[in-house]
């Protein structure tokens, strides 16, 4: 079924940068695209970043463009979210999760989900 | 990259059904109409619940089911219990190879 560890968050100044890791177990890590999605505090789920399977193809949503980047190593299995010029409103646990996409239907879903790492943007 | 919009709440009593909403455009729900659908608890990680629109993952009760209409894709649970008090969540792919998450939608057994 797989597993899903994030680590790397903390309590960072603004305007400051932060690195998170995701490890995965249990499951072919290069097959599978990856995303991070990030939860603010008492707020719904925010997708935030894709990466193909060889991580040759990305993508960010507009409220990281630009400051954050996606990207893996498959020789160690690993998802990484690099995240620059910091603000307030990244405030969030972080989580990363792997997609299953099926060609025939078109469709996307995210599963498993790691645990989650909190990040907190604060002076 | 807009949210789909969901109701914040919804309540029901043990045993009786309920049915989360979750309205987009023709660029996401109505177009890719697959949508999935996750459950949280407090201080947990989203659980799938729904893939495809209306198939479960093993594990999952049949008491969930998932349809879609238009732009509208809905989360049925029936015979409702204590435990599935949590946060629901829509999702679906929107566009140049984006995603959208719904707004949630607490639910509360009464």
């Known amino acids: 079924q797989g597993q899903l560890v994030e680590s790397g968050g903390g309590v960072v100044q603004p305007g400051r940068s932060l690195r998170l890791s995701c490890t995965a177990s249990?499951?072919?890590?290069?097959?599978?695209?990856m995303h991070w999605v990030r939860q603010a505090p008492g707020k719904g789920l925010e997708w935030v970043a894709v990466t193909s399977y060889d991580g040759t193809k990305k993508n960010h949503a507009d409220s990281v463009k630009g400051r954050f980047t996606i990207s893996r190593d498959n020789s160690k299995n690993t998802l990484f979210l690099q995240m620059d010029s910091l603000r307030a409103e990244d405030t969030a646990v972080y989580y990363c999760?792997?997609?299953?996409?099926?060609?025939?239907?078109?469709?996307?879903?995210?599963?498993?989900w790691g645990q989650g790492t909190l990040v907190t943007v604060s002076s | 990259q807009s949210a789909l919009t969901q109701p914040a709440s919804v309540s029901g009593s043990p045993g009786q059904s309920i049915t989360i909403s979750c309205t987009g455009t023709?660029?996401?729900?109505?177009?890719?109409?697959?949508v999935s659908w996750y459950q949280q608890h407090p201080g947990k990680a989203p659980k799938l619940m729904i893939y495809e629109g209306s198939k479960r993952p093993s594990g999952v009760s049949n008491r969930f089911s998932g349809s879609k209409s238009g732009n509208t894709a809905s989360l049925t649970i029936s015979g409702l219990q204590a435990e599935d008090e949590a946060d629901y969540y829509c999702c679906s792919y929107a566009e140049n190879w984006t995603w959208v998450f719904g707004g949630g939608t607490k639910l509360t057994v009464l």
């Open positions: 249990g499951f072919t890590f290069r097959s599978y695209a």
């Open positions: 023709s660029s996401d729900v109505g177009s890719y109409n697959l």
């Open positions: 999760a792997r997609e299953i996409y099926d060609s025939g239907s078109r469709s996307w879903w995210f599963d498993p």
